[in-house]
């Protein structure tokens, strides 16, 4: 489940220079082409009922309850999927509508559990909040004949638990750890009525091919995949902003907590460097954070062989400034590819770690900014270098738009560092 501090606007947004004006509710909205209905809704506060859809993932239309009326366009198109256009008028809301999300939503709730007070989603339930919604107060369906309620649950990872009795098949899951994550590790198998969300070859999560990064359990909108941590402890009360503590990416967090306790770690949507998206170990290793072997208050010492000294913030702060002013700048030393390996086509095919071998010593002026302004999975990044092999992890080439920094040299071309003999082009 998502963030309890996040909204969600349904869709992702769209940068288009050519904005579009449009009317909803009787409400004018402009919003940058290629946007969907959805959020232009969003956008301007009408909000229009949801399960598949959310701002992380591209729309997939499947759940069926976003419907709206569009004057000139024949039924009723899902909003997510229905890009806005010039001089539209759109309806959210009319008995009709209404009607139809109703039916709908039974039919949801006819395959679903109703034990939603012990439910660990419980007052945080997607599915929950839209049959409220709906204004869903009976299922004339009845609970009798072929259901999944009798779906064993999936224990075997560490993190996160299984329940395919709650499923609503939205594939928002499967999307997720295809879009964010890229493994491709979920699918739904079979058809129809008999359409189940599986892990590989219906195996258990933990024999799977998943990596435990936890998308899929951010993007469930019920129950079906939940943080242990949550089942256990329950639902959080306020929400923090703070980094991962672990790499030096910078991700950054919302620490859902209950008075002191973090209940869960959910990557931050508007965090630059991850993007609503995180690792294994930032979203579920957390046991550090209330560990009490956990340091803190600062440390300092001037040479390894020193003891670590206790200090305060402000001490810590003006010692790490002075060591950094204390080193020379100027004379940064780095280990470059260079650039004719890593853009020979034969050179692709030995492997990225053999043409490292392949360097130059170089002298570069640092820039005025040091760390890069994106964050690449799979790319190390040097200061003032960008290095990037366009996404093909198995060959080592570079994108053509990445050019050298300005003040950049060959070792031919300039003086030969300390204790490092010239490399010749």
């Given at each position: 489940m998502q963030?309890?501090?996040?909204?969600?606007?349904?869709?992702?947004?769209?940068?288009?220079?050519?904005?579009?004006?449009?009317?909803?509710?009787?409400?004018?909205?402009?919003?940058?082409?290629?946007?969907?209905?959805?959020?232009?809704?969003?956008?301007?506060?009408?909000?229009?009922?949801?399960?598949?859809?959310?701002?992380?993932?591209?729309?997939?239309?499947?759940?069926?309850l976003c419907l709206v009326q569009i004057e000139g366009m024949k039924g009723m198109?899902?909003?997510?999927?229905?890009?806005?256009?010039?001089?539209?008028?759109?309806?959210?809301?009319?008995?009709?509508?209404?009607?139809?999300?109703?039916?709908?939503?039974?039919?949801?709730?006819?395959?679903?559990p109703l034990d939603c007070l012990t439910c660990p989603a419980n007052g945080h339930c997607e599915l929950q909040d839209m049959a409220g919604v709906v204004g869903l107060r009976e299922v004339r369906y009845g609970y009798d004949g072929a259901n999944h309620l009798k779906a064993e649950k999936d224990t075997s990872n560490p993190y996160f638990t299984f329940d395919p009795?709650?499923?609503?098949?939205?594939?928002?899951?499967?999307?997720?750890?295809?879009?964010?994550?890229?493994?491709?590790?979920?699918?739904?198998?079979?058809?129809?009525?008999?359409?189940?969300?599986?892990?590989?070859?219906?195996?258990?999560?933990m024999d799977s091919e998943c990596v435990s990064c936890g998308a899929c359990v951010q993007a469930c909108p019920t129950a079906t995949l939940s943080e242990n941590s949550l089942i256990e402890q329950g639902q959080a009360e306020h929400s923090v902003i703070t980094t991962c503590a672990y790499c030096g990416v910078g991700c950054s967090f919302r620490a859902e907590m209950k008075g002191e306790e973090v209940?869960?770690?959910?990557?931050?949507?508007?965090?630059?460097?991850?993007?609503?998206?995180?690792?294994?170990?930032?979203?579920?290793?957390?046991?550090?954070?209330?560990?009490?072997?956990?340091?803190?208050?600062?440390?300092?010492?001037?040479k390894i062989s020193d003891?670590?000294?206790?200090?305060?913030?402000?001490?810590?702060?003006?010692?790490?400034?002075?060591?950094?002013?204390?080193?020379?700048?100027?004379?940064?030393?780095?280990?470059?590819?260079?650039?004719?390996?890593?853009?020979?086509?034969?050179?692709?095919?030995?492997?990225?770690?053999?043409?490292?071998?392949?360097?130059?010593?170089?002298?570069?002026?640092?820039?005025?900014?040091?760390?890069?302004?994106?964050h690449d999975r799979g790319v190390r990044w040097h200061p003032g270098i960008r290095f990037s092999h366009g996404g093909r992890r198995h060959h080592g080439h570079r994108r053509q738009s990445d050019r050298w920094p300005p003040g950049f040299r060959f070792a031919d071309e300039a003086p030969a560092a300390p204790g490092c003999a010239p490399h010749r082009r």
């Open positions: 963030s309890i501090a996040e909204k969600d606007l349904g869709t992702p947004a769209r940068q288009s220079a050519r904005m579009v004006t449009l009317t909803i509710d009787d409400r004018e909205v402009v919003v940058p082409e290629g946007t969907s209905v959805m959020r232009a809704a969003a956008l301007a506060g009408v909000a229009v009922p949801k399960l598949c859809a959310t701002d992380q993932l591209e729309a997939f239309g499947s759940c069926r198109p899902a909003s997510c999927t229905t890009p806005v256009a010039q001089g539209m008028k759109v309806t959210t809301e009319n008995k009709q509508l209404a009607d139809v999300r109703r039916g709908v939503m039974e039919l949801y709730i006819s395959d679903h009795a709650k499923c609503i098949v939205c594939s928002r899951c499967v999307r997720a750890c295809d879009e964010q994550q890229g493994t491709l590790a979920l699918t739904i198998q079979a058809r129809g009525f008999d359409s189940t969300v599986a892990a590989s070859q219906d195996d258990p999560f209940v869960r770690m959910v990557p931050n949507k508007d965090g630059h460097a991850n993007h609503g998206h995180s690792c294994v170990k930032g979203r579920f290793a957390i046991g550090y954070a209330t560990h009490p072997d956990r340091i803190v208050k600062p440390m300092i010492r001037a003891p670590w000294r206790e200090v305060s913030w402000e001490e810590a702060i003006s010692y790490a400034a002075s060591e950094l002013k204390r080193l020379d700048w100027r004379h940064y030393l780095i280990t470059l590819h260079e650039r004719r390996d890593l853009s020979r086509p034969e050179t692709g095919s030995c492997g990225f770690r053999q043409q490292q071998r392949r360097h130059v010593c170089a002298r570069l002026p640092l820039p005025d900014r040091l760390r890069p302004q994106e």
